[in-house]
């Protein structure tokens, strides 16, 4: 797996575990930087990299009636701030093509959301930009799936994708959390993200409103990096039930510097591991 390089850091290949995290939309310019110099504090005293999430508009929304966000013109403007007051890399996720370049001058990393993740024109058009892409994997898609979809990034000569794990769809209203699709999606030479706290979506439950469960946000995170993931996705909200976006499943941004530090040690205990098989003599178990 050849690593992919996101402004200062690496994600994949042996480097360190990487945190995506914000919320999930823009709610105003002060919030959101006032969150974002929040990250980066926790980051720097965790000793971890970090890339600040959110988005400018949040298109797949249950409800007409629930908000969006900003739009493309003033969200761009809100991520160009936080790039220039925290100095991390800024990922956010277009819905249509041409959006692509507009948000490529800004961002380091364009998402692809999960129910667009077959949309080939999308796809060429963040490829096109030269911009690190995250692809998250369609709830409706076999880890194997995604193969179709890294190609039509890297036809264009883009070799620096990302892979998301957000669970896969159980029925009515829930997601599930196959472990084995983190390194299924790694074996198709990837850096793989485990987008914990959309995982925790009960799409369509609610009334107009998507509920969710973070209260396992911990358990399944520790469990996404037990199993390897590159990097940890993470939704964040200094007080989730004001949320506009999420509330359900974001994580109080209280609670991240503890959860960090633990998966911390998780990710250390999980290289071990993976060291002391490869060098054992003989077949492993």
Same mark, same amino acid.
């Given at each position: ?8 850091? *690496? ?13 999930? &939309? ?80 800004? &961002? ?31 709830? *409706? ?28 769809? *159980? ?21 793989? &993200? ?92």
């Amino acid at each position: 797996m050849n690593p992919v390089q996101i402004g200062p850091l *690496f994600v994949g290949d042996g480097h360190p575990l990487v945190f995506i995290v914000g919320p999930c &939309v823009i709610e105003s310019a002060q919030h959101t930087v006032e969150t974002a110099l929040a990250i980066r504090d926790i980051a720097r005293r965790c000793g971890v990299p970090a890339i600040f999430k959110a988005s400018y508009d949040k298109a797949n929304r249950t409800s007409r009636r629930s908000f969006r966000g900003p739009g493309l013109d003033a969200g761009l403007k809100v991520l160009a701030d936080v790039r220039d007051s925290t100095s991390l890399p800024v990922l956010t996720d277009i819905h249509e093509p041409f959006h692509a370049a507009p948000a490529a001058a800004v &961002v380091d990393v364009i998402q692809i959301p999960a129910f667009l993740s077959r949309q080939t024109d999308l796809l060429v058009a963040a490829a096109r930009t030269g911009k690190a892409v995250n692809l998250k994997k369609g709830q *409706f898609l076999a880890p194997s799936d995604m193969r179709h979809a890294i190609d039509k990034v890297t036809a264009e000569g883009n070799h620096s994708v990302l892979v998301t794990e957000r669970g896969v769809s *159980f029925g009515y209203h829930d997601l599930v959390v196959d472990m084995r699709a983190l390194p299924m999606l790694r074996e198709l030479g990837c850096p793989v &993200v485990f987008d914990v706290t959309h995982s925790l979506q009960l799409p369509g439950a609610g009334d107009g409103v998507t509920p969710g469960l973070a209260r396992y946000i911990d358990p399944l995170a520790s469990a996404g990096v037990a199993a390897g993931a590159d990097a940890v996705f993470l939704e964040v909200h200094e007080e989730p039930s004001r949320a506009k976006s999420d509330a359900s499943n974001a994580l109080r941004l209280d609670r991240l510097e503890p959860l960090i530090l633990k998966l911390k040690r998780i990710d250390a205990a999980a290289r071990q591991s993976v060291t002391a098989d490869a060098s054992a003599p003989g077949e492993r178990p």
